[in-house]
């Protein structure tokens, strides 16, 4: 079966059901949000002949959906742009001149010689913010976020320059303003993503493929979607739309024409629509909203911990059997986690009293908590379970990418009879094999290497995982040195010493 390819392409919503619409219709359920005062407002065209038989009753419940989808258009468009960027890149200078230098195969550039060029993109955005004459248009990262020059085209066709305001690659959002005295551009209004739910009527805006000011309608398909294997930290709403390069950055809306996402990528074989769309929910993105106007960036917590997903059976050799959470696999040392007394081998079920039911979950959790904010953790260590309380500090990519400062620096895993037999592990022999060793980390200062085998921490034998990290705790001993096995004998390694 051939493997779906991801494209971080712009989403758009999905194909409506007259059902929903009916009860919406019959309900007489209040406005919500500024976007909705047209919805009132109805057009049924009477005593006209049509060029079918179509029933009354069954012709004024279609009349009624038509009219929700052309008052949620005509009140939510105006707000809705097209964003046209340029990017300056580099790239080797050919010295074949005009010629493309991959006609001659000319080789790789040494660096040295490097010509600027520039590349266009098209993406779309919403407008949501104003601040005398200054607007404020939500869209994705990877639409402005690398920008060197920014276009805003209002629905009406006048365009403005843009500013990229601020820009977050871990969360994919942008904000970019533009100048303009005109006080009658509306905003659009957000809503609530929280109450999103599998099966909700939404619609998607946006310029797919350069058709600006197009409008697709359908369901939310699932929510709680993870963006983890595409570099993304937030869950996603998901919709069956017909979605295509051109729609990033768009909003995703539900009946009452308020904002509840902004659409983002497709997952697709072809880069084209199969109906697999994908919206950062709205609520993800209020606080940075704030956050880019004040500093220009995002500001996340953080508290030092390298958290992996496991299966069961690697739980099962801890001792901890259908709980939900998220493993910690490595600590940083000097950060608020190991200050607070977490170790690796911590396997972390709450978070402010919250459940932790995934390591994406708990990852976004902790980045918008606020810097000195003390955060109490419930973890499971040793078959015991445990609070700790954490105090939050400002993630950095120079803090949080220092490996010297990853402890243990590698992923222990148990010696089950397939490990046994791909490493070719002699009977007799216990403890945990090393995994995925971290350059410039504590365990290759110590020269261990991925198949290595533990047998000992200190000197005393470990001969599972439990028994493992129990004797690496960091609040009872500050050197640590392993026996290592492998098929050339045992060594006992260096001492790593805590600072």
Not at 284 to 300: E, H, L, S, W
Request: proline share 3%; aromatic share 6%.
């Amino acid at each position: 079966m051939k493997k779906n390819l991801k494209y971080i392409i712009g989403c758009a919503c999905v194909a409506a059901t007259a059902f929903a619409l009916i009860a919406f219709s019959c309900t007489g359920k209040k406005d919500r949000g500024s976007a909705n005062t047209a919805f009132a407002q109805t057009n049924t065209v009477k005593n006209e002949k049509t060029a079918a038989n179509i029933p009354t009753a069954s012709l004024n419940i279609i009349e009624a959906l038509q009219e929700v989808n052309r008052s949620i258009s005509q009140s939510v468009l105006p707000s809705v742009v097209e964003i046209d960027v340029t990017e300056t890149k580099k790239r080797a200078k050919n010295p074949f001149g005009d010629i493309p230098f991959f006609f001659f195969g000319v080789p790789q550039d040494d660096g040295q010689k490097q010509e600027e060029y520039k590349e266009t993109g098209l993406g779309s955005g919403v407008i949501i913010r104003r601040n005398g004459n200054t607007l404020y248009v939500l869209t994705n990262n990877h639409v402005a976020g690398s920008a060197t020059e920014i276009s805003v085209k209002l629905n009406d066709g006048r365009k403005f320059d843009g500013k990229l305001v601020g820009a977050d690659k871990r969360m994919d959002i942008a904000l970019v303003s533009f100048e303009t005295t005109d006080k009658e551009i509306p905003l659009a209004v957000l809503g609530d993503s929280d109450t999103v739910e599998a099966g909700d009527i939404c619609y998607a805006m946006g310029a797919p493929l350069g058709y600006s000011q197009s409008v697709t309608q359908g369901i939310v398909s699932a929510t709680g979607r993870s963006g983890g294997d595409i570099g993304n930290i937030n869950d996603f709403i998901q919709t069956d739309a017909a979605i295509n390069q051109g729609n990033s950055g768009g909003p995703l809306l539900n009946i009452y024409g308020q904002v509840i996402g902004i659409n983002t990528w497709i997952a697709s074989g072809t880069g084209g629509n199969v109906g697999l769309g994908f919206a950062i929910p709205i609520n993800n993105v209020k606080g940075a909203i704030d956050d880019f106007i004040a500093d220009g960036k995002i500001t996340y917590g953080w508290v030092g911990v390298s958290l992996t997903d496991v299966k069961a059976e690697y739980l099962n050799s801890l001792g901890i059997k259908d709980t939900k959470g998220a493993f910690a696999s490595q600590v940083f040392i000097g950060s608020p986690a190991q200050k607070a007394g977490i170790q690796a081998g911590d396997y972390i079920i709450e978070l402010d009293g919250k459940k932790v039911v995934s390591v994406d979950q708990l990852v976004r959790d902790v980045g918008v908590l606020r810097v000195g904010q003390k955060a109490k953790f419930k973890v499971i260590r040793g078959g015991k379970t445990l609070e700790v309380t954490a105090k939050i500090e400002e993630r950095t990519e120079e803090i949080s990418s220092d490996d010297s400062k990853l402890w243990p620096g590698f992923i222990a895993v148990p010696l089950t009879d397939d490990v046994r037999k791909q490493l070719k592990v002699t009977d007799g022999v216990k403890g945990v094999a090393v995994t995925n060793v971290i350059a410039k980390s504590p365990a290759s200062a110590l020269r261990l290497q991925n198949g290595d085998v533990i047998t000992a921490v200190n000197g005393t034998k470990v001969n599972n995982l439990a028994e493992f990290y129990s004797a690496m705790d960091l609040t009872k001993t500050k050197s640590i040195q392993f026996d290592v096995w492998n098929e050339a004998g045992t060594i006992t390694t260096g001492t790593w010493k805590l600072n």
